[in-house]
């Protein structure tokens, strides 16, 4: 299964909304982060706010932000709103040209289990599952020790 682009900017986006609690943020912005086409994340933002996930603030200093709490925020949801379809193959198109082998073939089921099952996954994480783990409040900074490898004599 692959998803499209237009998917793949829209969870881009939602990360980054969720990695910047309340802070308004601009199209401008994501699309110089993730050096993606601004014309093309307009439509993204667009259908996230027409679909409820974002709220979009107009104006000179206006923005974006998440309209609920990453917790709230289900990814198999988003993914579905996101995704014209998810047809794995001819056969799955009700206006495609079915295959010869459509009355005897159980390929169709079998691709029929790995989406549901592959929606399923997506359905159990919500934004707030994908996002990193905030930083310690008390001051700590957790450190991580690498042993450098050395080239052998």
Do not use: W
């Amino acid at each position: 299964m692959r998803l499209t682009s237009f998917t793949d900017y829209t969870l881009r986006t939602l990360l980054h909304l969720g990695s910047n609690p309340g802070r308004l943020v601009t199209i401008q912005e994501i699309a110089d982060l993730h050096r993606i086409s601004k014309n093309h994340l307009m439509k993204v933002v667009h259908e996230l706010g027409r679909n409820g996930v974002i709220e979009t603030i107009r104006g000179r200093n206006g923005g974006f932000r998440l309209a609920h709490k990453p917790e709230e925020i289900n990814i198999g949801d988003v993914v579905r709103q996101s995704e014209s379809d998810f047809y794995m193959a001819e056969c799955f198109d009700p206006a495609g040209n079915p295959c010869g082998l459509v009355k005897d073939c159980a390929l169709k089921g079998v691709l029929t289990k790995a989406t549901a099952a592959y929606l399923a996954e997506l359905d159990g994480h919500t934004l707030a599952s994908l996002l990193p783990e905030p930083a310690p409040r008390d001051g700590s900074i957790p450190v991580t020790f690498h042993r450098k490898e050395t080239a052998p004599a």
